[in-house]
């Protein structure tokens, strides 16, 4: 049988199969999450994350240092604090004076051409573990927005670049969007966590932070994982009030709602390859049972096939080592 159509051709070599390829990983593609903690020369390995840690500042700016000599361009950092800095109004989060704030300004004095990125909710400042002010068992959205306003104010003033909202409150985008224009902080960016669902896979990342909510789960406001359709009228508003990115979280288990508001909406999209996600594969390649390196790679490739400009990725220094070889 005569075939005009042999996709065999364009495969047939390594150097034809580089030429074609669609989709390329770059370490431009990658924002690095960090975790900080309190003291000084302080680094702790989070159990539930191999070769992931919490770091003090002055070890933390040791980090950035080596990601930024193999090309890494973006951080995100999450503060890891004690009980007696959390309270039911999450103040220490926005404490102009506290340890969050202070590492922000030391990493953009020391790192200027860095875009760096921050989190904007209360759970790790919160004595309840919530995103937002609760009362009686209730996640109160409108009174929360006044405390996210707080914050993001106080995280641009320390020198962040983009401003990350996780806290999946109504209305909250357009909130901060509104405190920053007035304060004149018009060039701080917003990634908002559009589409952020009540995943199981957060467990490490809780772990590394203390967030636990102490009592009930964040189903109220986190996105159910049933539902696609829904991602897109969060989209909707989050653009509609100011948001320069709009963030899947999490990512494997949702290629699909990246895809789907790649298709929809011009703005960049960005993914979060969470903790868990993370975690499962170092547990399997430890095991023996995966290739690691490989399936990194081919992981970090499906999400960003699936559309993804932007990938938050615990792999980012392990993927940047990689490629400088």
């Known amino acids: 049988m005569f075939k005009t159509k042999r996709p065999r051709r364009n495969r047939k070599s390594a150097a034809i199969r580089a030429m074609v390829e669609e989709n390329i ?42 990601c930024v000599e193999l090309g890494i361009k973006g951080f995100c950092v999450f503060p890891s604090l004690g009980d007696d800095k959390k309270d039911k109004y999450a103040t220490e989060g926005h404490n102009k004076a506290g340890l969050y704030s202070k590492a ?23 004595s ?32 962040a670049d983009i401003l990350g909202p996780s806290d999946m409150m109504d209305g909250r985008v357009g909130y901060i969007r509104n405190v920053l224009d007035k304060a004149g902080y018009t060039h701080v960016s917003i990634m908002s966590y559009t589409a952020k669902y009540a995943s199981a896979f957060y467990g490490p990342f809780r772990d590394a932070l203390d967030s636990a909510p102490k009592f009930g ?33 999490p990512a494997l288990a949702y290629l699909d709602i990246i895809k789907s508001l790649k298709d929809n909406f011009d703005v960049p999209v960005t993914a979060y390859n969470v903790s868990g996600e993370y975690a499962m594969l170092k547990a399997a390649a430890e095991k023996g049972w995966l290739d690691g390196e490989k399936v990194m790679m081919e992981t ?15 792999f980012a220094k392990e993927v940047a080592q990689l490629l400088k070889k």
């Open 300 to 314: 970090l490739l499906s999400i960003k096939r699936a559309g993804a400009d932007i990938i938050l990725t615990y």
């Open 104 to 126: 922000l300004r030391e990493i953009k004095l020391k790192f200027p051409e860095v875009a760096l990125m921050t989190d904007i909710a209360m759970d790790p400042y919160s």
């Open 25 to 66: 990983l770059s370490v431009n593609d990658f924002i690095f999450p960090l975790f900080l903690i309190e003291g000084t020369n302080e680094k702790q390995e989070i159990e539930s994350m191999p070769g992931i840690y919490r770091y003090s500042l002055d070890l933390l700016l040791e980090e950035i240092k080596e």
């Open 128 to 159: 309840d573990g919530h995103d937002g002010i609760v009362e009686n068992g209730e996640i109160l959205n409108d009174e929360t927005l006044e405390v996210l306003g707080k914050m993001a104010l106080a995280q641009a003033e320390a020198g």
């Open 217 to 249: 789960d964040k189903k109220t406001y986190q996105m159910s994982p049933a539902n696609s359709r829904e991602a897109l009228i969060e989209a909707e508003l989050d653009i509609e009030e100011g948001a320069d990115m709009i963030m899947v979280k």
